[in-house]
């Protein structure tokens, strides 16, 4: 043990880190080459980083300040880099540094090399089913885990769900997620998802909405389009589109196949109450850690091995 004149001197917190084995030096600009931009959002660039000292190459999600207090995003930054430093699952970003300059903030994560998932379900005009079970199936494991820690995305969508260059999913964008349990104070959730997956009940009601179970009405359109290569509510603008999500009006193409069709029937019910997977809506007790274990027991997802699937060699695409 360190006396307590020891334990202040800076030489001994050195030491200390050291000890410790993890490589926790602060980092700064000055470590990364910033390359190729890989997207733009209304107040942040993401572009690819290269670690000058190790040549990994990562993703820096970079924020400017001036635009987040000006837009009154802050909140929305905190709770980002909050969720970010806090999850760590194979199928989920990770955040490996934050460090900032006078004008920006910068989120140092994990690159995803193979873009986004919707870029592949483009290319085919729809996955096969097999493909398509086994992304289902690794997106649900990523929602499951995010809701087990108290974190609801609030904008699942093929864009935000991009492939490592081991063709594992990684969800991205944080930007728009909620922690539940923290009583920030915001009565209405003044966010609302992107048109085509935001749930039945956020467009009735944001305050009764259980945006847990908006997660999961967005993993019912997700399996429509990963199988039909289009979302199950799309119209020409997003009044129509929100119109249909409300009537519950879609159809399926003629090659879904019966456990696919039953599947989505399920998880497309406009009251969650009866909504595959939101079983926790029932108990209103929000301390009931949520399981997905009624949507990985659907026979749609008959021949998945839940328990091996980040080790798994993920079905070629077609
Ligand atoms: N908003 C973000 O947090 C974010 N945005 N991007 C790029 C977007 C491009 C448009 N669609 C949504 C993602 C990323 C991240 C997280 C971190 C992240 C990590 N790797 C990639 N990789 C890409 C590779 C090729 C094309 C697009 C993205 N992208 C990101």
């Known amino acids: 043990a360190m006396n307590a004149a020891a334990e ?28 190729r931009t890989l997207g733009e959002g209304s107040y942040s660039t993401v572009v690819e980083a290269t670690e000058v000292e190790t040549e990994k190459i990562y993703a820096a999600k970079i924020l400017d300040k001036r635009h987040i207090i000006k837009e009154k995003k802050t909140k929305y930054v905190t709770i980002e880099r909050n969720v970010l430093h806090k999850l760590r699952h194979p199928f989920i970003v990770r955040l490996h540094y934050a460090f ?17 998932l919707l870029s592949w379900v483009r290319k085919y005009g729809g996955l096969s089913e097999p493909v398509a079970k086994h992304y289902m199936a690794e997106l649900i494991l990523a929602v499951e885990y995010m809701h087990q820690n108290g974190v609801v995305h609030r904008d699942l969508k ?30 209405t959730n003044s966010f609302v998802g992107t ?10 009601d944001r305050q009764e909405a259980n945006i847990r179970g908006s997660d999961i009405w967005a993993l019912g359109c997700i399996a ?11 119209a020409t603008n997003e009044y129509q589109t929100f119109q249909k999500i409300l009537k519950n009006e879609y159809e399926f193409p003629p090659h879904f ?18 909504r595959l997977g939101c079983c926790f809506f029932k108990d209103s007790d929000p301390d009931t850690i949520p399981n997905f274990d009624d949507l990985k027991s659907h026979p749609f997802f008959t021949g998945i091995d839940w328990s091996n699937l980040s080790n798994s060699n993920p079905p070629q695409m077609s």
């Open 8 to 35: 202040q001197s800076p030489f001994v917190e050195q030491v200390k880190v050291k000890e410790r084995g993890r490589e926790t030096r602060k980092r700064t600009v000055k470590d990364f080459f910033f390359g």
């Open 100 to 116: 900032q300059d006078k004008q920006s903030l910068y989120f140092i994560l994990d690159l995803a090399a193979n873009g986004e």
């Open 158 to 187: 093929p864009e935000n769900i991009l492939l490592g260059s081991d063709m594992h999913i990684l969800i991205a964008d944080f930007g728009t997620a909620k922690l539940l349990g923290e009583n920030d104070g915001s009565r």
């Open 195 to 204: 048109a085509e997956y935001v749930s039945p009940e956020l467009l009735m």
């Open 224 to 234: 429509y389009q990963l199988l039909a290569g289009r979302p199950p509510f799309k």
């Open 257 to 274: 196949s019966v456990h696919a069709k039953d599947f989505i029937r399920r998880i497309l019910v406009l009251d969650p109450n009866y």
